[in-house]
Nanobody
Framework: QVQLVESGGGVVQAGGSLRLSCAASGSIFSINAMGWYRQAPGKQRELVAGIISGGSTNYADSVKGRFTISRDNAKNTVYLQMNSLKPEDTAAYYC??????????????WGQGTQVTVSS
């Protein structure tokens, strides 16, 4: 089975930085994409950032220029560097992976979520 484990959330002042990590483990043949969605009580669930197998990245317009997603393929780990944080970035962040298991099945997996809180 496959697991995604997230870390790095916390409380930070506006203008500060956090770095999220998400590590995939288990029987994995290949990873097509990894990244984060976020969900805040007053907002729609949205894709924050993603990185695909070839290395291309995509970001929500609201975080472009502030957030950077990167990966360590050898560790099946993806990172989200979040700079110049704003109160509106406050949300639960959920790591996802679109991957194919060692058994040949392709599907989405989800992390447990990590809370990011930005104070004004």
């Amino acid at each position: 089975q496959v697991q995604l484990v997230e870390s790095g959330g916390g409380v930070v002042q506006a203008g500060g930085s956090l770095r999220l990590s998400c590590a995939a483990s288990g029987s994995i043949f290949s990873i097509n994409a990894m990244g984060w969605y976020r969900q805040a009580p007053g907002k729609q669930r949205e894709l924050v950032a993603g990185i695909i197998s070839g290395g291309s990245t995509n970001y929500a317009d609201s975080v472009k220029g502030r957030f950077t997603i990167s990966r360590d393929n050898a560790k099946n780990t993806v990172y989200l560097q979040m700079n110049s944080l704003k109160p509106e970035d406050t949300a639960a962040y959920y790591c996802y992976a679109d991957l194919t298991t060692g058994g040949g099945t392709r599907r989405y997996y989800w992390g447990q979520g990590t809370q990011v809180t930005v104070s004004s």
